[in-house]
């Protein structure tokens, strides 16, 4: 079974466009986050989400939007996507808002913004 | 922002050889993880460091959290190619974690 699970894998789309990301957990977790890696493998936070609340956002412009419908999900959508989008975005889960607390990742979206 | 410099930021050795990776800041961690990638994969978590000077085994990995919970250290055994991979470092401030910026390591058969 999929632990943190997103799609799509691959999302290629020309720029001023908009796109989604979803995310979904089954670890019954109540903390997510989301990561952007930029081509150099630089893992950055963009947000985290605790019981469907927003507890960071990092400088992250506001063409990004998370959304939590529920504590197991937690979607991205990006309006007018620019060339500076591309990267893969990481969606992860974690059991509590907590130290130390272990962060289970998802496979990625690498979004390619021509 | 909290930096994190990994070095090196490349590193290819012959299966067998012995390594260490470095991950270095500024700034004092509440904690301190390692991580593992695999290309096309999430990373995957190795090891968490909580105390100053604290060191982990896992096999023959060998994690160091250093004194003053600003850098720490991954020594790698007898590298073997199954241990190629991306490895971050990750430190906790305030339940918030920072990334560093990567070793890619190459084991050759």
């Known amino acids: 079974d999929t632990a943190v699970s997103q799609t799509p894998k691959y999302l290629v789309t020309q720029m001023g466009n908009d796109k989604s990301i979803k995310c979904e957990q089954n670890l019954g977790h109540d903390t997510m986050y989301w990561y952007k890696q930029d081509s150099k493998k630089f893992l950055k936070i963009m947000f985290s989400y605790n019981n469907k609340e927003l507890i960071i956002n990092e400088t992250v412009p506001n063409r990004f939007s998370p959304k939590s419908p529920d504590k197991a999900h937690l979607n991205l959508h990006i309006n007018s996507l620019e060339l500076g989008d591309s990267a893969v975005y990481f969606c992860?889960?974690?059991?509590?808002?907590?130290?130390?607390?272990?962060?289970?990742f998802g496979p990625g979206t690498r979004l390619t913004v021509l | 922002t909290q930096l994190l410099e990994q070095s090196p930021q490349f590193l290819s050795i012959q299966e067998g050889e012995n390594l260490t990776v470095y991950c270095n800041s500024s700034?004092?961690?509440?904690?301190l993880q390692w991580y593992r990638q695999e290309p096309g994969e999430g990373p995957v978590l190795l090891v968490t460091v909580v105390t100053g000077g604290e060191v982990k085994k896992l096999k023959r990995l060998t994690f160091q959290f250093g004194d003053a919970r600003k850098d720490s250290s991954l020594h790698i055994t007898a590298a073997q190619p199954g241990d190629t991979g991306l490895y971050l470092c990750?430190?906790?401030?305030?339940?918030?974690?920072?990334f560093g910026t990567g070793t890619s390591l190459t084991v050759i058969p």
């Open positions: 992860a889960s974690s059991l509590f808002w907590a130290q130390e607390d272990t962060q289970y």
């Open positions: 700034s004092v961690f509440s904690s």
């Open positions: 990750a430190g906790e401030v305030s339940n918030q974690f920072y």
